[in-house]
């Protein structure tokens, strides 16, 4: 069963859902059928046409659900009939799916939860990580966001801003390597760029870019992370790169300064560093700052106090680190890394034990585990 195509028609296949005029939440219902059934079918007879396929079964399922509902029967008279099977239309629906779930009527937190559940198919459990808030929590959220649009007429486009909320999460999650999804979040930005005339657009796409350049090194031969200082820089995508810097640069001199854009510039210093030594931490410093005034977000604080030990010292970034909550996520390895730094070894490798039992990933808490482990063999 291939897992990244069923994802990949998700959208799609809900798309021709709420166009014919099926509401959105029991569209979700019915294609999560649909996947169910493919899930079943698709290993022992998969078909010719994957997407018609799933857009049939999930129309009948819908149909199903909504003769079953007597309070939708007047609806049910206005739907129309059920599609012959055979090839769907090859349109392109995603976009147009993601500002649909923006809707007017959910608060943006709610309508960037719900898009990322039902369209960019993450787990509620990497929604809530994204979120920085409990797994219930985000439960609750992703529910009550699905009553609110219940019945809802999807004729009314959300705000730009709520989409680029839920594709710069899509790629943070594809770029976790949870699940595959960084391409596409490119993908679905460029096509945006193209249609919308916006700095902070054109500012999400050359930051995608510029992360997206180094994945190759991301990792080692065996799965383990590369840290960004010991990755092998002959490996970024140099063409990425450029592409990335040419488009940040058309943005940041249009003087419209947002937060993708400050965030692309930070990117672009770390590209443009011949090695982790020769890298401007000074001016990563003024971004942050600059990333502070535009948002309350504790991550950029975490980020910045990084950013502090390496321009100024670990002491003066642990100070940084201070005022920060000890429940903020990767805090714990910030501060074994910043000990480490400042040459308390005995601090650092117990602080990076601390740091692997809290890792939301294996291959995050497999690097932090071998951090401990080679201090804890050096202090021998």
């Not at 959910?106 to 808030?133: E, F, H, K, N």
Request: proline residues 5%.
């Amino acid at each position: 069963m291939d897992e990244l195509l069923l994802r990949s028609l998700t959208p799609s296949v809900l798309a021709v859902l709420v166009r014919r005029g099926a509401d959105f939440a029991a569209a979700e219902d019915a294609v999560q059928d649909a996947l169910v059934e493919a899930v079943r079918v698709w290993p022992g007879d998969t078909p010719r046409d994957p997407k018609g396929w799933l857009v049939t079964v999930a129309w009948r399922r819908f149909l199903d659900a909504t003769r079953a509902d007597t309070s939708r029967r007047r609806r049910e008279d206005r739907l129309d009939e059920e599609p012959a099977p055979g090839p769907a239309p090859a349109v392109d629906d995603t976009l147009q799916l993601y500002f649909l779930c923006a809707h007017p009527s959910l608060t943006p937190s709610s309508a960037v939860a719900l898009t990322l559940r039902a369209v960019g198919g993450l787990t509620t459990r990497q929604i809530a990580r994204a979120y920085l808030v409990p797994e219930a929590t985000m439960a609750q959220r992703i529910s009550r966001a699905k009553r609110t649009v219940s019945g809802v007429r999807f004729d009314r486009p959300g705000d730009v801003s709520t989409v680029l909320r839920v594709l710069y999460l899509v790629f943070n999650e594809g770029y976790s390597g949870d699940v595959d999804l960084a391409a596409e979040a490119i993908r679905l930005t460029r096509q945006l760029a193209a249609a919308i005339d916006h700095p902070e657009v054109a500012g999400l796409l050359a930051l995608m870019l510029l992360h997206h350049a180094r994945r190759a090194s991301r990792t080692g031969p065996d799965g383990s992370l590369v840290p960004l200082a010991e990755q092998d820089r002959g490996r970024w995508d140099t063409g990425m790169i450029a592409e990335g810097v040419r488009i940040l640069q058309a943005a940041l001199a249009r003087d419209r300064l947002g937060e993708f854009q400050a965030q692309a510039a930070v990117a672009a210093l770390h590209a443009d560093a011949p090695t982790a030594e020769e890298t401007d931490w000074v001016q990563i410093v003024e971004w942050y700052d600059e990333l502070a005034g535009l948002t309350d977000s504790p991550v950029v604080r975490l980020n910045r106090a990084v950013a502090v030990g390496e321009a100024d010292g670990p002491r003066a970034g642990l100070a940084e680190l201070a005022a920060l909550s000890d429940s903020l996520p990767r805090r714990t390895a910030v501060a074994a890394y910043l000990h480490e730094r400042d040459g308390d070894l005995a601090t650092a490798a117990r602080l990076y034990a601390e740091a692997a039992h809290k890792a939301p990933t294996l291959a995050e808490r497999d690097h932090l585990t071998r951090q401990a482990a080679r201090l804890n063999a050096e202090r021998r």
